[in-house]
DNA sequence: AACGCGGTCAACCGCCATGCC
DNA sequence: TGGCATGGCGGTTGACCGCGT
């Protein structure tokens, strides 16, 4: 086998991504969804191969990417399959939500290989290395880069979402008119650091890929269908709280890439049954501590602000997060 | 201030597997 | 059944960045 046709073809892009691109294939796909790579540039108007932008959607563009910091348990876990896959990179990728095989091989080939050597482990089997390579491995991993807690960049999709439209059925739309870069978004740093007066307007939406989460500011809006058309996938409201809704813990399952499903669909105010509610209440009581660190509820994207749930009391979240409270949050900011 | 070095990560390369004709 | 197109995967590369000198 030799290269991919697409890949030989003259006058293809290559390398980075520019904000543009992005836009043109987070539209095509959310729009039209995948059905053959190949064809994806052409009709997207893309001067790239259908690989690139396959490798673009899965490793950058897509909803429910999770980002940031891998947490203990996420590295703890990762060492432990590493263990028994090897650099099965995919398959260990399938067994952490939200995380890519390229993004679990780089923190593996950056932190913690080093961190195993160190401790005096062999990174591939995982067995204790001898003496002279522990010397030899102490030796090449310096203090520096052994005690290194990789620091991770959120690289964002550098486009902004329509709110009115999200997350409708089998697809997104966007507002190609609105980018980070027009309201004064770094890409790279974009986050709610930002000054006032370059964060969103009221009526802009922030996809929260950082997390399962999304907050959306949306006052006329009621409810919000994430159902596509296969009719396998969940169907939920979004509650409305003082002109602003939010959506937790509201995930996009894509197995099946093209297809929109909603997982862990929770509302807060609007659980369906008691029953619900119920499993709900106990599901969180088990997992309070490591609640905010599964990025259920991370933030929160309102008016010119954002505010940080990670002070909240997380057991009491469902229960006290009530419209005036929010109300109570937004004026503390 | 300029330079070099090392680390990180997005993207590419090349191979393999699979499905279709 | 063989050839081709395509998707998927792991290894590698190179641009970029931060830090130290």
């Not at 703890?76 to 390229?102: K, S, Y």
Request: hydrophobic share 30%; with cysteine; net charge negative.
């Amino acid at each position: 086998m030799g290269r991919h046709s697409c890949c030989v073809t003259q006058k293809l892009r290559k390398g980075l991504w520019s904000p543009e691109e992005d836009e043109k294939l987070f539209h095509y796909i959310t729009r039209y969804g995948v059905g053959c790579w190949s064809s994806v540039p052409k009709l997207a108007g893309l001067q790239r191969c259908g690989k690139s932008c396959r490798l673009r959607w899965i490793n950058y563009l897509r909803p429910d990417l999770k980002r940031g910091m891998f947490s203990q348990q996420e590295e703890e876990l990762i060492m432990n399959l590493h263990e028994v896959l090897g650099n099965r990179w995919a398959q260990i990728a399938a067994q952490l939500p939200g995380r890519t095989d390229n993004e679990i091989k780089n923190f593996w080939n950056s932190y913690l290989k080093k961190k195993l050597m160190k401790q005096g482990i062999d990174p591939t089997t995982h067995k204790p290395l001898s003496e002279l390579a522990v010397k030899e491995t102490k030796n090449f991993c310096t203090d520096k880069a052994s005690a290194l807690q990789p620091t991770i960049t959120c690289h964002e999709p550098t486009f902004l979402v329509n709110e009115t439209t999200c997350y409708n059925s089998t697809a997104y739309e966007y507002d190609p008119n609105l980018s980070y870069f027009e309201l004064g978004f770094d890409p790279n740093v974009y986050q709610s650091t930002l000054p006032n007066q370059f964060q969103p307007s009221f009526r802009q939406t922030q996809l929260d890929i950082n997390s399962n989460s999304a907050f959306i500011s949306m006052p006329n809006l009621t409810s919000f269908d994430f159902s596509d058309n296969s009719g396998s996938s969940n169907s939920s409201n979004i509650s409305n709280y003082n002109g602003f809704q939010m959506v937790e813990n509201a995930g996009v399952s894509w197995e099946n890439e093209n297809k929109l499903d909603v997982f862990q669909f929770q509302v807060n105010g609007m659980i369906k049954s008691e029953e619900e509610e119920i499993i709900i209440k106990q599901q969180r009581q088990q997992s309070s501590s490591s609640w905010h660190e599964e990025g259920v509820v991370q933030q929160l994207l309102h008016t010119q602000n954002s505010v940080d749930f990670s002070s909240y009391p997380l057991t009491s979240l469902s229960e006290d997060l009530t419209a005036e409270n929010l109300d109570f949050y937004h004026h503390q900011i």
